[in-house]
């Protein structure tokens, strides 16, 4: 019995310190895995940890960020005091009703003090995260609720703009409209450098929501040769993905962030530090796929992300790529539609084509057709769109986003802006 008993002893520690030598042996060497994936991104200039974004440190005088911090109150008093306004269907519409209006138009003092900020901000050149620039170490989950909240308060100083212009239009304001507009476009291009992918997509619908505004704002109001120039100049700088790439290699450190929150105890590092190579070298043609084309990150088509964890984040990185590109559409059309607006003011009897708008390289390229962008007549007057996501031409039918573009009506004021 003694004989029996040293013989499994020596054998449950012969296999204890088996265990132990393979755990170590695969921590070294899973280590290693990651450290060059590491490397190789700091080769790249890509960011590996949140204080890389954070880096080199900005004083508050060059942050836009922190300047539209300094904003952040007035815009959020704005918001309370028409909370009833943004609840309201109307809302949702290219104008606000009479009542609405009015509301708005009361605020002109806190209008006043806010718009000088949010000025000051898209003027500077950097922007770099409040919450990036302040945070050390956290968790995934700390990480998550922080940038979910600064993205909510971020949010209201949009609305406060996007309020402001539909009572301008409301008003018949359209110089100031135009710039209010403008002053948007300029701003939600900025908040797309808030980290991950939320934030660069949370900015990207409201760009959206502001093209659409302008547009309608197009069809009520001629736009002067020197009011196309700035939107054009504005929108050149919409037509880039650099931003979106931006986004996705934020996105994979916050997807370090949580792998590391699956391991607290050196038992499963191996395991971790494996996973979080496959998902850096995953991570590591983000940008190459984003630049092929909206559909690249369909799972269907790309074998190297068929395992965890980068398989669960396909749906997002998918969807995420295809919000880029309908963002990207919506800027072509409208650069197109300034285009067209300036082609019908020198020559109302002519019969435009999308080729002699005169928009070089890919401006009327559909990027999720590659084909040029439709540009057709109807009753109401000019449509310019593209086929959208399903790739199918609908024939400008813009519900539910079948295509995506913008109606130039035939019946327009006559006498262009100063």
Known sequence: MKKFLRILGLTVGCGLLALLIGHTLALVYTGRLLESELAARRAQGLPNTFQDLAMPRLSDDENSAAMLERALPWAEGINQQLADVIAADDCDESELGPEAAAKVAALSDAYARLLPLVRAAVEAEHYQSRTIGTMRKYSHAILSQRLLDQTSKLRTIPRALRLRSRQLVADEQYEEAFDSLMLGLSLARILRHEPTIIGYLLATAYANDTKVAMARLMAKYPLSSSQRQRLEQELALHDDLTIACEGLQSEAIFGMAMLDDLSQSRV???????WQYQYLRDAATWNDR????????????????????????????????RAAYTDIARTRCLRALIALQATLETHPDAVPTIDSLGLSGNATRDPFSQEPLHLKQVDEGWLIYSVGRDGVDQGGDFEKEADLGYLLPVSSPETPAP
């Open 268 to 274: 499963a590092r191996p395991l971790t530090q494996y």
């Open 290 to 321: 984003l630049q092929q084309g909206p559909h690249a990150f369909d799972e269907a088509n790309s074998s190297t992300t068929r395992g965890f964890p980068v398989s669960i984040l396909i749906p997002a990185l998918d969807a995420f790529s």
